[in-house]
């Protein structure tokens, strides 16, 4: 941690403040300007740094505190520089390989849900998405078919093999979607349910991280290390779109934060459109353009029947609008270094 002094600081509250951070275990390193001093204090401290930052604010005569290292450190490049990769079955996210996980927003029915496994699956998605808990802005929207809707999914799995992934949306409820499904998804709005976070960190379960609508990059990151603390370390990241001054689109979907999230992390992160965009129409160029960004897999809500869809129905796309992204992902993922 690096301290700046107030200018107005006295030796004795120098000395002061030397005397703490060496109390917390810190080799204290001094620079005496000619207008104010700087203390660098490396080490490891016995408390979360963090929290001692804080402390050492709230001092009148100190300016203030930098942290150097991370407040996240298992999610961090520095702990793994090379790029980690969640196993499910025999799908790999984060390696050379695109991972296309694709299907309904909700599952409504079995046969609208068999029909757009079969579809997705023919056109080369591997991951089967479908929401059976469904956390809805509106109490009065459809809220998912619960259980039913984890027995419908784990049926499309059976037929078509593909693994599946589903919404958990509270603790409560933590073993039995894990028991249906091959990767959790932890929604927007739960991000920073870090009640949650703790207890699938006990899971050896791969799980997928949705940024939070309107969480910096630093905050996801710490999300996720609540669940690498725990000990599970199959976590995959998905960028969703965050809230900004724009309304045309349901969200600003932030392609930089697959880089953003490459230069500080070693966790693959995967890219919705969908919820991204709200919009079918930009789909499409939006799944183009994470291929092309870097983005290590795509979650896209297809529907067979957009304008019948209970939920999401807008920024879903149709069986062959998807077949449409497979064909042009196969032209643009060779262009750069990868294979769907
Ligand atoms: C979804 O994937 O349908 C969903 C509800 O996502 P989010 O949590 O990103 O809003
Ligand atoms: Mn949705």
Known sequence: MIVVMQAKATPDQIKE????LEGWGYEIHPIYGVERTVLAAVGNPSEDEASLAEQIDALPFVEKSMLILKPYRLASREFRPEKSTVKVGDVVVGGNGFVMMAGPC???????????ARAVKAAGATVLRGGAYKPSTSPYSFQGMGEDGLKILAQAREETGLPIITEVMHIGNIDLVAKYADILQIGTRNMQNYDLLIEIGKLKKPVMLKRGMSSKIEEWL?????ILKGGNDAVMLCERGVRTSETYTRNTLDLSAVLAVRELSHLPV??????????????????????AVGADGLLVEVHPNPEKALKDGAQSITIPAFQQVMRELALVLPAVGRTL
């Open 222 to 226: 710490q999300a996720a290390e609540y």
């Open 17 to 20: 403040v030397e005397q703490t």
């Open 270 to 291: 995967v890219i919705d459109p969908s919820q991204g965009t709200g919009r079918s129409s930009m789909v499409p160029a939006m799944c183009r353009a994470a291929a």
């Open 106 to 116: 909700t599952v409504e029915s079995e046969e609208q849900l068999m029909t757009t």
